[in-house]
């Protein structure tokens, strides 16, 4: 019952909806710097997780602990958001669906797709249950990443795993036509879910820049906890 009402609060249920979140290829969260790509990638896993399913985040910003950090934090956020939680519980099941999640901190000169080949076909050797989703955090989109998301595309045909990107935007960067970040609009045909991520008055607002029809669609997030805003 605690996963069921976790998942329902999640911010990712209600922005993306639960049965998007692994649909296609790649997806992005874009925002300027500090805004909470991270944060709200970490909800994203959080849902996984609470599925228990699991999941594989990537960073090449954040050392592991920092990363584990992050995971405790919101799933703490999560578990505040629907009111009062027996404790005991609360701890029991983040020990229960942590251990699904795995946590790889590369640095640029580091990030090898061929390492992260070699991690998966190790799940499939020892005959365990694959990622269903990853998370890159970190990758630097005002590069060139062509060669890089090809090889990446490579690996979500041959493990069948979502892959979610970080993308950071910049303040004086004009947006596309489409209302799409340069980052974005580079590769967008590879992607099949983006969600923006905006500073408005006092809250985070999340645009639906990809997800098939539900395009535009906005929600306000508490900057603090990533948390929808009831309005």
């Given at each position: ?152 595309e490579n690996l979500n045909h041959e493990f069948s ?71």
């Amino acid at each position: 019952m605690l996963k069921k009402d976790l998942i329902s609060k999640s911010p990712v249920s209600k922005a993306i909806g639960i049965e998007n979140l692994k649909q296609g290829r790649f997806g992005a969260v874009l925002s300027r710097a500090g805004v909470g790509k991270t944060s709200f990638l970490v909800q994203i896993a959080l849902t996984q997780l609470l599925k228990d399913e699991k999941i594989l985040h990537i960073s090449l910003d954040d050392p592991i602990e920092k990363i584990n950090l992050r995971y405790s934090e919101g799933y703490t956020n999560l578990v505040d958001s629907i009111g009062y939680v027996d404790p005991q519980k609360a701890v029991r099941l983040w020990e229960d669906i942590n251990l699904n999640k795995v946590g790889i901190s590369y640095n640029e000169s580091t990030f090898d797709s061929e390492k992260i080949r070699d991690y998966l076909k190790s799940f499939k050797k020892a005959d365990l249950a694959l990622p269903c989703i990853m998370i890159i955090d970190g990758l630097n989109f005002d590069k060139d990443v062509s060669g890089i998301l090809e090889e990446l595309e490579n690996l979500n045909h041959e493990f069948s795993i979502f892959i979610w990107f970080s993308m950071k935007s910049h303040r004086e960067e004009k947006l596309s036509p489409e209302g799409y970040p340069i980052q974005l609009d580079t590769h967008k045909e590879k992607f099949d879910k983006a969600i923006f991520l905006q500073p408005v008055e006092d809250k985070i607002e999340a645009v639906i820049l990809k997800d098939g029809d539900r395009t535009d669609q906005r929600y306000r997030l508490n900057p603090a906890t990533m948390m929808i805003v009831e309005e």
